[in-house]
């Protein structure tokens, strides 16, 4: 992301955030305990909403240095001591294996490089009870209006949003990757451009 897209990120977002996505990510992480990381964690929107228990920690990681300086902020001004960041893509994620009781992705997988290599990742540092917890803007039903303005934007829509793709079928790539899917909710984005609006969200946990 360029410095001027990370600087206005949060403004950009403000409206769907207030309209439907700081309820969800609070409800997604309301029961967590123990270690978490969360991948692309941005300038840090779910920061805050993360439950205030002490045996919480919380390990970010942001590779690109404009999004990272930002959450990097946002930590120290809010005096934040459990939680750390990384620079590492979810692709090498430079934590041991079975570190993690959680992984967290939000608004992420649209926009990595290779979802099958960082699913394969979240897997290796999660614990053999983990859980992987996720909410993603997703590829609208296949043959539908939508779908198809997506796959015709989506060229010229991933250079122009930070890689951001906008018909990838995630959840199917989160079955395929070997987790078993908990609880899936399918729900439009609100106060979002039309074409983002379909997401998922839910929880995976290992086969
Ligand atoms: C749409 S933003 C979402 C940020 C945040 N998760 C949120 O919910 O507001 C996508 C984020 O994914 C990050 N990202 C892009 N490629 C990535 C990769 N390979 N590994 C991890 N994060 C990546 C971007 O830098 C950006 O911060």
Redesign the pocket.
Known sequence: ?SFLSALF?DKC?KATEDAC?IDW?KDLLKDINGSIL??????G??LELYPKTDGLHITL????KN?RAQLEEKITSKKLSNVSVLP????SISSDDNSYDYVF????C?????VNA?LKEIKRVLKPDGKFIF?EHVAAESGSNRRKWQNRLNPFWKRLA???HLNRETENLIKAAGFVLEDVKRESMRKAMSLVRPTIRGIARMS
């Open positions: 992301m990120y977002m996505l990510r969360e991948i692309g964690a941005g300038t929107a779910s990681s942001e590779p690109d999004m590492c893509p979810s692709e992705a939000s608004l992420v649209c926009s990595v490089n290779d960082s909410l930070g890689n951001c």
